[in-house]
């Protein structure tokens, strides 16, 4: 039985991977089993580490440490044994990851050669991790500090050439509204021949936080056919990817459809998606729209003598203390701090409390954003959909 715990990849070799057995023995080019994957493992070209050199050896046995070359299904923290006494060792715990950055690369066409690269680097690292965000369209890592993740991008540019530079994430902001309103949503459009004709009347209002979409079926008399109306449905859903204050989608919302016209030649689902998204542009701009940012949960244990620097510098973020706890020689201070603030908090935790404090956070909710905050967002928005238009 034998637990791997640590892989490097080599250029020219590939991923080799380090073990140490814990009972029995194992020789050079034997087949092995990997429990929690499943899978079988042959042990080609056995050896031992020996300082940067590795010495092929015949066999190991309980307490040795080895190294193995180019294994197919296996990965750190697995655990090899037989296929006839399959065993799973408890896995190594590696530190959670405590700060996110965003990485882009500096020349273009280097975005597959990244993702390889990072694939790779967490392969070496579990303390590292990776992500592309399809929503802030960034690629995400994490690691357990500012350094951590410099040496992450050094690693890139020196093992896998790839030159990539660390930016500040974005933040998914939301929006909602606080008002009702109701108007038309009328697209006409005639070209010679078959023309496009699609109307219909929606009444737009909030919903309490976390409800989500919901979608009204009000139409009497069949003044819209019945085959169009998830037609204005799919419209109103597309048009509320980008919102009325800074595009951002807009959640927590009901809409209901109740009047509208058609034409028995020039209608059809396409006039009546356009018709469902101009009647959410033209009404949701009188919906009193706000715009929403997320609240994280955060538990910060620090020794008691910074126990009020650690809450001033929470109180400074906008955050709200919901209370403290001990544990031992260390408190545990819970709050509720906007995502926005928490940008680098990991290194003026480690500065307020010279390296002794830790933190954890999740998602809490999504909150009104104060005016100001919200002016700010806006306006720096607007900037980056100029840009990606330019």
Request: charged share 25%; net charge neutral; proline share 6%.
């Amino acid at each position: 039985m034998a637990q791997l715990f640590k892989t490097d990849s080599e250029p020219h070799v590939g991923d080799v991977t380090v073990f140490r057995i814990y009972s029995g023995w194992v020789r050079n080019g034997q087949d092995v089993w990997n429990a929690p994957r499943e899978a079988a493992e042959k042990l080609n070209h056995l050896c031992v580490p020996v300082g940067k050199e590795r010495l092929e050896i015949a066999e190991l046995h309980a307490g040795d440490l080895g190294v193995v070359a180019k294994l197919r299904d296996t990965h750190t923290n697995d655990t090899l044994s037989t296929k006839d006494a399959p065993v799973v060792v408890p896995k190594i715990p590696f530190p959670d990851p405590v700060i996110a950055v965003a990485v882009e690369v500096k020349q273009r066409g280097e975005e597959d050669k990244l993702s390889t690269g990072l694939h790779k680097l967490h392969e070496e690292d579990p303390t590292f991790h990776h992500e592309f965000n399809a929503e802030l369209g960034q690629t995400l890592i994490r690691g357990l500090g500012e350094r951590h993740l410099e040496i992450v991008v050094g690693r890139l540019a020196r093992k896998f050439g790839v030159h990539a530079q660390l930016a500040k994430p974005k933040v998914a902001y939301r929006e909602t509204f606080r008002g009702k309103c109701e108007g038309q949503g009328k697209h006409k459009k005639q070209t010679g021949g078959r023309g496009q004709y699609g109307d219909c009347w929606i009444r737009i209002a909030p919903l309490p936080r976390g409800s989500g979409f919901q979608f009204v079926d009000e139409i009497v008399g069949g003044v819209i056919p019945r085959q169009y109306i998830p037609a204005v449905e799919r419209g109103v859903i597309e048009a509320a990817h980008r919102g009325p204050v800074a595009g951002y989608p807009v959640v927590d919302f009901k809409v209901e459809v109740y009047d509208g016209s058609y034409h028995d030649v020039d209608s059809n689902e396409m006039s009546f998606k356009m018709a469902g998204i101009l009647a959410f542009r033209n009404v949701s701009a009188s919906c009193k729209p706000v715009l929403l940012e997320p609240i994280m949960e955060i538990g910060v244990s620090t020794p008691d003598e910074y126990q009020g620097a650690v809450m001033g510098d929470i109180s400074s973020r906008r955050g709200q203390i919901l209370g403290t706890e001990k544990e031992g020689r260390l408190t545990t201070i819970r709050a509720l701090v906007p995502e926005a603030e928490l940008d680098k908090y990991a290194t003026t935790l480690h500065s307020l409390t010279h390296g002794r404090g830790t933190y954890r956070q999740k998602f809490h909710t999504y909150e009104q954003a104060p005016p100001e905050v919200a002016g700010k967002v806006t306006e720096a928005r607007k900037q980056e959909l100029e840009e990606a238009k330019a």
